[in-house]
């Protein structure tokens, strides 16, 4: 390793010990202020099913890497706020209002705001019912939903209503003849899209293939579909009818008693199968206060922007602490030394000073405007402020990254620089985004009562009117973790993703390979579980994971038949503690490894690092500790430090010395077995063509 080389990762070590400890401990408030999703899933939401991906292989056997995973994660995370934009908030806030809240909100999620994690216009769009596989009866109370804005649905067709005879399913599902948008359409359209870009990364024309920003967008492409494909088991009555197959005939299938049809068949026709439909719940203004303004208000407006406020105002504050304490001048000059050993470039000392100056004009002109609610805040003014702060803030993080991913187990180093980092550029952010989350809050707050009072008695038409197939989205879904259901439906949800992935990233691969035989594939989730395809690999997956589910069950089922009932559920047995729906374990739009409790890993650290007695260090060149100090580079250091440094000197001693240069794209599977295992996909689903890769 060249000295430069060498010296630069002493000075990144030193960076990350004194950027951990240089602002005071209160400093990340009532958790970890770069994470903004507090609560930790038990069970089932998006971003946990969005896991399994590590248990597949991506391009010629490699693994997924974390970034990559954030990446699809990204695209399936903005399908979630997308229903932010809807008729009930844009009739009373400006859309750019809402798409820069929700940029905020992605920064805080994701840790990054430009390039692939710019949350654009074209990126967020607007709420769809098909892409959540929604019921649209009743969408904007009939009335024409795109003078808001042009992107929303038009009008409800009767038609789209209907159930197709053939299928057993709603016809805005998959019924793709008459003209109306479906879920399989959107599926489709994504995955085309997906495997576009995918191909332009692995064959495209020479000067374009390996292109970064072809990957980011094939692998946003995949997340949006993946979170249409898994929304099928959390948002249909797909469970409750398999059990039904199962023999629990007792199950409420969300549907009038008077429903069941003959399927399979033309009507008229013998040789169906009776059974009721496959249908999902309608999204109405009840269930949009239920999931967009909170799952019982921990999504978008009355608590999570509000708690964005929060943590705005307490990182603004501890920053003007810190420069009061004669502290504030300490990330200017690390910065600085960074920038002289090449790790980062530019002037960012002069970046600081004049983002600093910008950011305390802003806060003088929010007092001389008569408060944040009185003020006229332009959000596209602001969003073009902002960027600089966000560009500047990706800049920097993206260029340690870059340093710190040739030497493998130092990835803890970086989190504790994009910790302090972040509550500085949150510090900046704060006189700009206050004042649109006072607005937009207020506006939301107010209609908000309104549209639960009035939508709450279609909650209970599939027990009163026998001939209903429209339950409500907060009574069928699954996304909740109180829900008995979620399991099983995140579990299927999860042998969905095994079996589309490998053959859209074969699609990837090959361009040669036929793009229908992929789509057709991978829409033959959408299917009624009585008229399953046994040879379907898919179809046949999905049935038998809620079989397992069935078997695992203490009593194996016995209760079930009593517990998800019709009266059973009316009566909140479905939800553990008889909750209907809500609550803080609502299941969308939360980030894994963003929790609050990184700060308890904190305190871990501080505690682990006093201690130690050994020198730990010892083997690194450069670094030892002695007599309750630490020396890095030349700088002595306290002995409290040393916690932060053990994640380097794990990935010092497993590479068996300071490692060279590491030409990263993707990590290489260690284990051929393992490799072998998961490369070889049966392509198909019954009857398809297979390849081995």
């Not at 654009?120 to 769009?125: A, P, Q, V, Y």
Request: charged share 25%; proline share 5%; glycine share 10%.
């Amino acid at each position: 390793m060249s000295a430069s080389r060498t010296n630069s990762l002493f000075l990144l070590l030193t960076v990350v010990v004194v950027l951990a400890f240089a602002t005071p401990s209160h400093a990340f408030g009532a958790g970890n202020i770069a994470s903004i999703a507090k609560i930790e899933g038990h069970n089932f939401r998006h971003g946990d099913i969005e896991d399994t991906l590590k248990e597949i292989a991506f391009l010629h056997g490699a693994k997924w890497t974390s970034k990559m995973i954030r990446r699809v994660y990204f695209g399936n995370w903005l399908r979630d706020y997308s229903q932010a934009l809807d008729v009930g908030t844009l009739k009373s806030v400006p859309k750019d209002t809402i798409r820069c809240l929700v940029w905020i909100l992605s920064f805080m999620s994701f840790g990054y705001a430009t390039g692939e994690y710019e949350v654009t216009e074209e990126r967020l769009g607007v709420y769809r019912p098909e892409e959540h596989i929604d019921n649209p009866k009743g969408y904007a109370d009939d009335m024409n939903a795109q003078v808001y804005d042009p992107r929303l649905r038009p009008q409800v067709h009767p038609h789209e209503l209907a159930i197709d005879p053939i299928t057993g399913m709603k016809n805005y599902i998959a019924n793709e003849t008459g003209g109306w948008a479906t879920s399989s359409g959107y599926v489709k359209f994504s995955l085309t899209r997906c495997i576009h870009y995918g191909r332009m990364y692995t064959s495209g024309p020479p000067g374009q293939r390996g292109r970064e920003e072809d990957l980011c967008e094939a692998l946003r492409c995949l997340g949006q579909a993946l979170h249409c494909l898994e929304d099928f088991s959390a948002h249909s009555n797909y469970i409750e009818l398999v059990l039904r197959e199962l023999g629990f005939r007792n199950v409420f299938p969300h549907t009038g008693v008077s429903t069941e049809m003959e399927i399979g068949v033309p009507p008229g026709y013998p040789g169906g199968r009776r059974a009721f439909p496959l249908i999902t719940g309608t999204f109405g203004s009840v269930d949009f206060a239920h999931s967009v303004l909170g799952e019982a208000q921990d999504k978008f407006s009355q608590t999570e922007v509000d708690e964005m406020d929060t943590v705005l105002a307490e990182a603004h504050e501890d920053q003007k602490r810190a420069e009061r304490s004669g502290q504030g001048s300490i990330l200017k000059d690390l910065l600085k030394q960074m920038s002289s050993a090449g790790v980062l470039g530019g002037d960012p000392a002069k970046d600081i000073d004049r983002l600093e100056r910008e950011s305390d004009a802003q806060e003088m002109a929010n007092l001389n405007v008569g408060g944040p609610t009185r003020g006229n805040f332009n959000p596209i003014e602001t969003i073009h402020k902002i960027y600089p702060i966000l560009e500047f803030r990706d800049s920097i993080m993206r260029a340690i990254e870059e340093a710190i991913e040739k030497i493998p187990g130092l990835t803890a180093l970086v989190e504790k620089i994009s910790d302090t980092l972040s509550i500085f550029i949150l510090s900046l952010l704060a006189p700009y985004i206050r004042p649109l989350i006072a607005r937009a809050s207020l506006e939301l707050k107010e209609g908000s009562h309104a549209v639960i009072d009035s939508s709450a008695a279609h909650q209970y038409e599939p027990w009163t009117d026998p001939f209903c197939t429209d339950p409500t989205h907060s009574m069928l879904s699954k996304d909740h973790f109180s829900n008995k259901l979620n399991t099983p439906a995140g579990e299927v949800a999860s042998a969905v993703i095994q079996f589309c992935v490998p053959r859209i990233l074969h699609a990837w691969e090959d361009p040669n390979f036929p793009l229908e035989i992929v789509l057709n594939d991978v829409c033959r989730v959408f299917h009624h579980p009585a008229l399953r395809d046994p040879n379907s690999d898919i179809q046949a997956g999905m049935f038998n994971v809620v079989v397992r589910w069935t078997e695992r069950l203490p009593d194996r089922g016995a209760s079930l038949d009593d517990v998800l009932g019709a009266e059973g559920v009316r009566a909140g047995k479905n939800h553990t503690g008889g909750v209907f729906s809500g609550g803080c374990n609502g299941g969308h739009g939360k980030v894994q490894g963003a929790e609050w409790s990184k700060k308890d890993k904190r305190k871990k650290d501080k505690k682990d690092g006093k201690s130690k007695k050994d020198d730990k260090y010892a083997a690194i060149p450069g670094i030892s500790s002695s007599g309750g100090t630490i020396n890095v580079a030349g700088v002595k250091l306290p002995g409290v430090f040393g916690g932060i440094l053990d994640a380097g000197l794990a990935g010092f001693q497993e590479g068996g010395g300071m490692p060279g240069g590491y030409d990263g794209g993707h990590e290489k599977k260690k284990d051929k077995k393992d490799k072998d295992k998961k490369e070889k996909v049966k392509y198909g689903s019954g009857g398809g063509e297979k390849y081995d890769k």
